[in-house]
């Protein structure tokens, strides 16, 4: 019996101490609503057909016809050990590449820079057999696409291997730091996600180096490839996003005043450009928390939009299925101000009032089970749950607030300021997350501020 007594009572305890409000009760004080009323439907087609592709450039306009740059500039020039030399890559000759053996290999490499009177071609051989071993024949413009590079080097004391990307236009490298990986014994792999940003971006040429245990540095490149470069229409419901997955994790929604709702979603793709998730008809909008592991990708956002909206609809492009989906759905505020709601005050949440309630009753079993019993451990338990009722009634701790000091909506760079301080104030600190704090100031108003504006 005493067993069975001692068991409720601890779940009691994990049940009570487990709740905890997530991001968007910390913002809006309020449940979450699950993604379980989301809808996601693919985008009907029109009378000629679903049409994904608004203009296809040229991929001549993408390649880039530069010359190669200066080989000298790739590892830092203060290390003089780390000065770099190529020697010209000039016709292949296999059967004699592969009677040069590894140990050999660096040693003759120095007699040939030594003697400039060898004249046979067959003598020299490449430094580095750099190709592409996958690439995709399609892009389009955001899109994180990847390219699979192979390099083949006849060298076995490698210290480093360093990529480049020279050359090109108006693109981004996702993972320009990513490390090769060694496949073989003399082969190396890696893959890089690249992304177009304009219909003027080129692609650029990819210099891999490699640097041997005595310094020596040598490197090739690798001309950019061909590829069809795709556009995709652009509409009022569009988000810019192109992945192999995207859905809606949780999203809120909020009066924000008279004429517009607030909204705030966590997102979270696949292989997908969140990082530039936009919704053409928000009035203001603002991205934060973004999160990637591997090809996985979450991000917090938020807008505002007119109250006349009742749906939340906009669509992205699913690139394993090659066609656009819909996203929706209803848009149910709550009906205060962001500004002068209370309930986002830790201290006046009903599970405060219930979590003291069940920690009170709980201590004073274990006490009534140490008097009947005379075991130590229960009040042990029992001096526990006191401390831990005690740490809940800890008053909420002062600060001081400079003065021109901006009170965010959610915390997070380009939140919408709605009040901003006149003089020095004393606050309540309700929360805090990262680089923000949030506060109650005296005239009831609360919202988020950076740490460095506080004292």
Not at 144 to 171: C, E, M, R, S, V
Not at 258 to 276: C, H, M, P, R
Not at 413 to 420: D, G, K, V
Request: include cysteine; hydrophobic fraction near 35%; glycine fraction near 2%.
């Amino acid at each position: 019996m005493r067993v069975r007594i001692f068991i409720i009572m601890i779940s009691i305890v994990c049940s009570v101490s487990s709740i905890q409000a997530d991001i968007f009760t910390s913002l809006f004080g309020h449940k979450d609503k699950q993604k379980s009323d989301v809808q996601i439907q693919e985008e009907p087609a029109s009378k000629e057909g679903t049409i994904v592709e608004e203009e296809v450039i040229s991929a001549d306009e993408y390649m880039d016809s530069t010359d190669e740059p200066d080989e000298d500039q790739l590892f830092d020039q203060a290390n003089q050990k780390d000065t770099f030399s190529q020697d010209s890559a000039i016709d292949e000759a296999p059967e004699v590449e592969k009677a040069i053996s590894t140990d050999e290999y660096d040693t003759q490499e120095d007699d040939l820079e030594e003697d400039s009177s060898l004249d046979d071609p067959f003598i020299k051989v490449k430094n580095i057999l750099l190709s592409y071993s996958d690439k995709p024949d399609k892009i389009y413009l955001l899109q994180h696409f990847p390219i699979h590079l192979k390099a083949i080097i006849p060298q076995t004391n490698i210290k480093a291997i360093q990529t480049d990307f020279i050359g090109g236009k108006d693109y981004k490298v996702i993972n320009p730091d990513r490390p090769w990986e060694k496949t073989g014994e003399n082969s190396y792999e890696n893959t890089f996600y690249l992304k177009l940003l304009t219909k003027q971006a080129k692609l650029p040429n990819i210099k891999v180096s490699k640097q041997s245990q005595s310094g020596k540095v040598q490197s090739e490149v690798l001309k950019a490839f061909n590829a069809k470069i795709v556009s995709l229409r652009q509409d009022n419901l569009f988000c810019k996003i192109l992945a192999n997955s995207l859905d809606v994790h949780k999203h809120q929604e909020r009066k924000y005043d008279e004429q517009s709702n607030i909204i705030v979603l966590e997102l979270n793709a696949t292989n997908g450009n969140l990082e530039d998730f936009h919704i053409p008809f928000a009035s203001r909008e603002g991205i934060d928390d973004i999160k990637t592991k591997g090809l996985n990708q979450k991000i917090y956002y938020f807008c505002i939009v007119p109250n006349s909206k009742k749906i939340f609809k906009f669509k992205y492009f699913n690139l394993l299925r090659n066609r656009f989906e819909i996203i929706s759905f209803d848009i149910k505020p709550i009906d205060t101000t962001i500004s002068t709601h209370t309930n986002l005050n830790p201290q006046k949440n009903k599970y405060i009032i219930y979590k003291m309630i069940a920690l009170g009753i709980l201590a004073l079993l274990f006490l009534i089970l140490y008097f009947k019993t005379k075991k130590i451990y229960y009040i042990a338990l029992a001096l526990v749950t006191i401390v831990f009722l005690f740490y809940t009634q800890v008053p909420i701790r002062k600060v001081t607030i400079r003065a021109n000091v901006p009170l965010r909506i959610l915390p997070m760079q380009n939140s919408t300021i709605f009040f901003r301080t006149n003089k020095p104030l004393t606050a309540d600190i309700l929360l805090k997350k990262e680089r923000y704090t949030k506060v109650l100031l005296p005239n009831k108003k609360i919202g988020w501020i950076k740490n460095e504006d506080l004292r």
